[in-house]
Structures are given as C-alpha cells and as structure tokens.
C-alpha cells in the first residue's frame, strides 16, 4: 500500500540540472567529455553539456557559471531557457537514471579557439554541428540538444520527459 507524501514537509529527492548550450559562430553546439569516473563504470556515450547539478538553495544561473567555470574554466552568461528536460528514477542497460530536472539555458556564441581548463569530471570538450548529434549522443542528450537548438530557431521552449523509445 503506498502512503501519501506530503511535498511540503517530506518532498521527494531530485535533483536540478542547469546546463548551457554554447555554440561557435559555424554553429556547433559545445560537448564537454566525462571522465570515466564521472561516468560510474557505465557504457554509454561520454558526451554531455557543459554545467552541472545546482547546489541546495543555489539559483539555476547561478548553479551553471559556478559549474562551467569549475569544468571548463570560462564564465558564461546564461542568457535565455530553452528547453527543460524531466529525466525518471529508471533503471537502463547501460546505467541508472536519477529522477531530475534539467534547465538548459542558451549560453551564447564563442570562438573555437577558446582555450579550456579541464578539471573535475571533464576530460575534453568537442564541438559538435547538429547533423552529429544523433550519433554522437546519448539519446536523451540529443533530444535536449535539439529542442534547445529549435527553440534558438524561433521556436518555443519545450518540455520534454523521460529517456526517448
């Protein structure tokens, strides 16, 4: 039998994610590489959005500048949301999804010759023209990534949910 939870007193863990979409002036989306440590031993694609979970009670914005900074040693300025993107407690072939939502945030254009500093959980950073995206990502990154590419287009913001068929 399951109980009622009262949201106010007991919410349930989640997690926020605020992720930017940074491109070059050719229009590749920036993907920054996890390490295999950050990647816990699965076997999927490394290749995700620069940025990372936000700390409890830290503002989105303020969560992705902290998290691009620390990962890839530049500042950003978040500009605009374009897409968000509710991610299930689910268990996968490959790896255990986290219930969480993802914010990503369009974090302008800039040269392709800006220079990282790699630390953390990231290895290496590539830019990627959105023709790639299907097969260079996970299918739950691309979905996000082009939902945010739509949205820069001219399009709405989209809500998306879950891990694509």
């Known amino acids: 039998m399951q109980t ?13 994610g605020a992720l930017g979409i940074i491109r070059n002036p050719a229009g590749a989306v920036l993907m920054t590489e996890k390490t295999r440590d950050a990647l816990r031993g699965e076997e999927r694609r490394p290749w995700f959005h620069p940025g990372g979970c936000v ?17 890839l040693g ?3 300025q978040p500009g605009r949301l374009l897409a968000v993107h509710h991610m299930y407690h ?12 993802n ?12 220079p ?3 630390s953390g959980s990231i290895n290496g950073a590539r830019w990627m023209l959105p023709d790639e995206l299907d097969e260079q990502l996970t299918p739950f990154t691309a979905a ?5 590419l739509r949205a820069l287009h001219g399009g709405d913001v989209e809500v998306l949910a879950g891990h694509p068929a």
Request: glycine share 6%.
């Open 116 to 118: 990282f500093r790699f």
């Open 55 to 71: 700390e409890e009670n830290e503002p989105l914005l303020d969560g992705l500048v902290r998290s691009v900074t620390a990962k």
């Open 4 to 16: 009622e939870r009262d949201h106010f007193t007991n919410p349930p863990p989640r997690r926020l």
């Open 90 to 101: 689910q268990q996968h072939p490959t790896h255990l999804s986290v219930e969480g939502v």
């Open 74 to 76: 530049i500042t950003v």
């Open 144 to 148: 996000r990534t082009h939902a945010a």
């Open 103 to 114: 914010f990503l945030f369009d974090c302008g254009v800039i040269d392709e010759g800006t």
